[in-house]
Nanobody, 122 residues
């Protein structure tokens, strides 16, 4: 099992940048695929980006492609989400999650962090 803690959220103006981090406990972090989801008030949870256990493969939602970059440092047990050119519609609580399954299997993510708020002002 793995415990996840997100950080790095905050308030930023449209066009700005933020980098989210998700720190994982445990010695087997490198065996987990990792993902970022987000949920805005009154909306369903939305997939943002995923990365394979080794970091060599990534997958993005169309809404963030070209603006967001997911990466991981297995030596630090951390996954990152670099968010550039932020828009007000990116406002949401961002969650990271871990899976022992394939990184693009969105239903396989079983371990979740508590979330971090990102607010983008216009």
């Amino acid at each position: 099992q793995v415990q996840l803690v997100e950080s790095g959220g905050g308030l930023v103006q449209a066009g700005g940048s933020l980098r989210l981090s998700c720190a994982a406990s445990g010695r087997t972090f490198s065996s987990y695929a990792m993902i970022w989801f987000r949920q805005a008030p009154g909306k369903e949870r939305e997939f943002v980006a995923a990365i394979s256990w080794g970091g060599g493969n990534t997958y993005y939602a169309d809404s963030v492609k070209g603006r967001f970059t997911i990466s991981r440092d297995n030596a630090k047990n951390t996954v990152y989400l670099q968010m550039n050119s932020l828009k007000p519609e990116d406002t949401a609580v961002y969650y990271c999650a871990a899976s022992v399954g394939y990184y693009t299997d969105l239903n396989s993510y079983r371990y979740w962090g508590q979330g971090t708020q990102v607010t983008v002002s216009s």
